[in-house]
């Protein structure tokens, strides 16, 4: 089915943009559940830990700003967009090979590099196809695809990764070509081959495959600038506001990151599977509260649910400061996986909704980049510190200290997003949904 002006005009998502997201996330959920689980099985620290997850967090943002208002300017978004996933993608597979910790680090940056050049680019070419009224529905339908395709691909990885024999028996079976394909790592390497590997092959068929996609039209009589990230941050306005109350939560939000990996492998002795579906149940979570979280959002307002999955959040770190049992870990993922539904594209839209239409490109580039800086500095704060009380009061005593300190600092922060103004008149409140919720069961058990 090919994509035409009367689907754009329409203002619906096309088939191929949820093609694109489903294949790009399949990819991203094959190896990222698992990439700090491979840092651990190298060894890294508590502070390499945090570098990780800052690099990953810091590296990204560093030029969103310039690709998003070059997308936006040029008008070719789907270029970036194929360019960024190629590039972004098939650099995992080089993974396999790195030596240390720190060369992890590294290469994990230069990924991350490479693909922001299809995060921003991304949002922007959605942003032109969706209306206003609509956008919390097709952002919300959007990310069902893509997280049911995410899910799946995590699941397959931490199956296949449970089987060690499964590499060295292709290897043997596939003779002098297996070799070419498949060559020689560590055994413990071998465990995350197939899903470095067709991470890079999914990135090539995707970035084709965005090429494909049709944009909105543009007149090529206007000239599209868009200011600097200081103008932005310095210009008075709905924009500014949402971003600096967005820096307490992140900063406590990413606290909390490099240790939960910690806890699931070191604590609690889990398997690649075992992550596989405590990362899999935060993603069914998000399928199945993704969808009505967004057509809520279009009826009450961004404010309301930005709240209710921020204020939430500060569960998580506690739930798994005091987890005994894999069972803990799975029902505070679900939690999570609920908040990010309720918060994640609501913030997206606030931030289409506040921005102005020819400069969303570079108000989401902006925004990622704020808070990725933000990211940085408390992942590695965190995990500096965790090393330096793990040499005081040991290591459990450590992380406990920094998930607890995370929770707290969550909680507190959360409660910035009050200080939020919505741009327009909702046709809704919470309030009259939830009367209209308890009104709906009270008839259906009468008629019951």
């Known amino acids: 089915m090919t994509d035409s002006a009367e689907e754009v005009q329409q203002q619906k998502l096309p088939p191929k943009v949820y093609a694109v997201g489903a294949l790009t996330q399949f990819a991203m959920g ?3 559940p698992f990439l700090q689980a491979y840092m651990i099985d190298m060894g890294a620290s508590y502070a390499e830990l945090g570098a990780f997850r800052s690099v990953g967090n810091a590296a990204p943002s560093i030029l969103q700003p310039a690709w998003g208002a070059w997308s936006d300017r040029l008008g070719h978004a789907k270029r970036f967009v194929a360019f960024g996933t190629f590039t972004g993608l098939a650099m995992v597979f080089f993974f396999l090979w790195a030596a240390t910790p720190i060369e992890m680090i590294l290469l994990y940056g230069i990924q991350s590099i490479l693909f922001s050049i299809q ?15 609509h956008r919390g529905t097709e952002l919300g339908r959007l990310g069902l695809a893509t997280n049911v395709a995410s899910l799946v691909a995590t699941l397959a990885s931490g199956f296949i990764a449970g089987f060690p024999a499964l590499i060295p028996f292709l290897r043997a079976a596939l003779g002098d070509f297996g070799l070419i394909l498949l060559p020689s790592v560590e055994a413990w390497r071998e465990m995350y081959y197939l899903a470095f590997y067709f991470t890079a092959i999914f990135g090539i068929v995707t970035s084709i495959l965005s090429l494909t996609i049709r944009e909105g039209k543009r007149d090529p009589t ?5 200011p600097p990230v200081l103008t932005l941050l310095s210009r008075a306005g709905d924009f500014r506001r949402f971003a600096l109350i967005s820096v307490f939560f992140s900063f406590a939000m990413s606290m909390a990151w490099p240790y939960f990996i910690v806890i699931q492998k070191d604590w609690l002795g889990f398997t690649n599977l075992e992550i596989a579906i405590a990362s899999a149940v935060m993603t069914v979570t998000i399928i199945l509260f993704t969808i009505p979280m967004g057509n809520l959002s279009d009826r009450v307002g961004r404010k309301p649910l930005i709240l209710v999955g921020r204020g939430s959040l500060f569960i998580v770190p506690l739930m798994y400061a005091f987890a005994t049992h894999a069972i803990v870990i799975y029902v505070a993922n679900a939690l999570a996986g609920f908040s990010v539904a309720t918060s994640f594209n609501s913030i997206t839209a606030y931030i289409y909704d506040v921005a102005p239409q020819k400069e969303r490109g570079a108000h989401l580039a902006v925004f990622n980049t704020f808070t990725g800086i933000i990211y940085f500095f408390g992942s590695l704060t965190s995990g500096l510190l965790g090393d330096s009380l793990a040499l005081a009061v040991g290591a459990h005593f450590a992380v406990f200290s920094m998930m607890v300190m995370s929770a707290v600092l969550r909680l507190i922060s959360s409660s910035f997003y009050l200080m939020l103004r919505e741009p327009r008149e909702y046709s809704s ?20």
């Open 30 to 32: 094959l190896h990222q």
């Open 119 to 133: 995060i921003p680019t991304w949002q922007s070419l959605l942003g032109g196809l969706m209306d206003e009224e």
């Open 222 to 226: 206007k000239k599209r600038e868009f």
């Open 429 to 448: 409140n919470m309030r009259m949904e939830l009367r209209s919720l308890i009104q709906r069961r009270k008839i259906d058990a009468d008629f019951d």
